[in-house]
């Protein structure tokens, strides 16, 4: 009996810890210049650099032995209390279950503190347009349009521009050797012409099955027990590197998933690899494409009469893959995500995606980086 007592009053601390860590969150509300300069800009910048330069060196992506990990421990665990000769003293059945109740908040109390320690207190930092002084407002039908027929040039030009492209879509082996890198050279100088702590070298994984990512709707996150991005590996080359480089931002400290699309486009569209300068201006086309659609089917019909068969091919392939992992586990994780973001005080959760084009907009108008 006092064995378990003793074992009652250790789970204690990780929930007071958790429920600490969510408090300050709510506390400090969102655009919090206390949070940008003692969190982001110094113990999160210090914990990105240690992490990088020691476990993030790792050839193999820490996911799979997190996994493996989790299942050996939960093998362990079942098999330790098979083994076991002597039975435990009888408990009411609301003893039982009191125990039960304190295990799993003290496991949640835990994972609660870790996530806002090692990464969370982020969505708490100034926003990216408060920062650079990014004037964000919701575009008009013309606005729109003017956007999206230049998304549609330049994403013409860039597919006209990768070397031994075709009318097929696009193939792995026009992706460069080094996708990681380069994507990290060109986020990273990003960032810091427009001011932005750009701490570290943080990675961004291909995983496999990739599917299993899609079946939840999602092409990728960043998982900050690991400090590392995971990114669908059945992905096509026309979206690989912009959804890459969009999880990379989130391990720079971008929690905004508008802010996150935006910079990882700008890093596609600043890249000497013509690959990747394609997939950010593919991804910010079909973007705008779909503002544009949503406003006037007309206007887009005669936008996408224009597209080449190349880019063609590769909206194809993206729709293609996509309808593979159509299901109820789709729209279940998008409602659990919106409601995620909701909690973290995105208020326009899901939704936050959509600033993407209106972001790169604002960002072109404060002539910050062309």
Not at 6 to 18: D, E, F, K, Q, T
Not at 51 to 67: A, E, M, N, Q, R
Not at 291 to 308: P, V
Not at 314 to 319: E, F, L, M, T
Request: some cysteine; hydrophobic content about 45%; charged content about 20%.
């Amino acid at each position: 009996m006092t064995t378990k007592r003793s074992s009652n009053r250790r789970r204690w601390p990780w929930i007071l810890l958790g429920a600490g860590a969510y408090g300050l969150h709510l506390a400090l509300g969102k655009d919090s210049a206390v949070v940008e300069s003692f969190y982001t800009r110094g113990f999160y910048a210090g914990l990105r650099w240690v992490w990088d330069h020691t476990l993030g060196l790792s050839p193999i992506p820490h996911l799979y032995g997190f996994v493996a990990g989790s299942f050996l421990w939960g093998l362990w665990k079942i098999s330790r209390a098979l083994s076991r000769k002597t039975l435990p003293p009888r408990s009411s059945v609301f003893q039982k279950a009191g125990r039960v109740l304190l295990r799993a908040a003290s496991w949640a109390g835990l994972l609660v503190f870790l996530f806002y320690a090692l990464w969370g207190w982020n969505y708490n930092r100034l926003s990216v347009e408060s920062l650079l002084g990014l004037d964000v407002r919701p575009l008009d039908l013309a606005a729109v349009k003017a956007e999206a027929e230049e998304a549609t040039r330049t994403v013409l030009e860039a597919r006209a521009s990768i070397p031994g492209a075709t009318p097929a879509p696009l193939a792995d082996e026009a992706l460069p050797r080094r996708l990681e890198s380069s994507l990290r050279v060109s986020l990273s100088e990003i960032l810091r012409r427009a001011g932005l702590p750009a701490p570290g070298r943080p990675r961004a994984r291909l995983i496999r099955p990739g599917g299993l990512l899609m079946r939840f709707s999602s092409t990728g996150f960043y998982f900050p027990y690991l400090g590392e991005s995971y990114v669908a590996g059945n992905l096509t080359p026309a979206e690989k590197p912009f959804v890459m480089a969009h999880e990379m931002a989130h391990a720079y400290g971008i929690t905004d998933e508008g802010a996150a699309s935006a910079l990882g486009y700008l890093a596609c569209a600043a890249s000497t690899e013509p690959a990747i300068r394609y997939s950010g201006h593919f991804a910010y086309w079909s973007s705008a494409f779909s503002e544009l659609r949503r406003l006037s089917r007309e206007d887009a019909g005669e936008l996408a009469s224009r597209l080449s068969e190349g880019v063609r091919a590769d909206v194809r392939a993206v729709q293609k893959q996509w309808d593979r992992y159509r299901g109820p586990l789709r729209d279940a994780s998008q409602a659990i995500y919106d409601r995620y973001l909701k909690s973290q005080g995105v208020k326009e959760g899901l939704a936050s995606y959509d600033r993407f084009v209106s972001l790169v907009v604002a960002w072109k108008n404060r002539n910050i980086i062309r």
